[in-house]
C-alpha cells in the first residue's frame, strides 16, 4: 500500500511561483515514475508532468512546459513541481500519483495511486 500527500498548494497572483510538494510512503516508492495531474472545475483530470524512477527522464504537457519542473529526491521519498510564470488557466486541484513502472505514461491509467490533492489558485 501506497500512501501520497500532497502540500504546498495556495493563492498567488499571476505570474507568481508555488512549489508543490508530494511525500509518499513505502520502501518501493524509489522504484516507479510519479506524475502530477490537475483537474479545473468542470473539466477531466489532465496530465501535467511526469519523472521517472531516477529522474532522468521528465515529461510535460503542452502547456506548462517551459514554466514547470518537476522533479524528486528518493531519499525522501518526495516529488516536487516548481510551477513559476503562473497563470489564472493553471488554477485546478493538483495530484501527485504513483506509476505502475519505472518509466512513466500521461494517462490516467498508467498510475495505481492517487494523494487527496491540493489546490492552486492564481488570480488576475
Known amino acids: 500500500q501506497v500512501q501520497l500527500v500532497e502540500s504546498g498548494g495556495g493563492l498567488v497572483q499571476a505570474g507568481g511561483s508555488l512549489r508543490l510538494s508530494c511525500a509518499g510512503s513505502?520502501?518501493?516508492?524509489?522504484?516507479?515514475?510519479m506524475g502530477w495531474f490537475r483537474q479545473a472545475p468542470g473539466k477531466e483530470r489532465e496530465f501535467v508532468a511526469a519523472?521517472?524512477?531516477?529522474?532522468?527522464?521528465?515529461y510535460y504537457s503542452d502547456s506548462v512546459k517551459g514554466r514547470f519542473t518537476i522533479s524528486r529526491d528518493n531519499a525522501k521519498n518526495t516529488v516536487y513541481l516548481q510551477m513559476n510564470s503562473l497563470k489564472p488557466e493553471d488554477t485546478a486541484v493538483y495530484y501527485c500519483?504513483?506509476?505502475?513502472?519505472?518509466?512513466?505514461?500521461?494517462?490516467?491509467?498508467?498510475?495505481?495511486?492517487w494523494g487527496q490533492g491540493t489546490q492552486v489558485t492564481v488570480s488576475t
Open positions: 500519483a504513483k506509476a505502475r513502472a519505472a518509466i512513466s505514461g500521461r494517462n490516467n491509467v498508467d498510475y495505481d495511486y
Open positions: 513505502g520502501r518501493t516508492f524509489s522504484l516507479y515514475a
Open positions: 519523472i521517472s524512477w531516477t529522474g532522468g527522464h521528465t
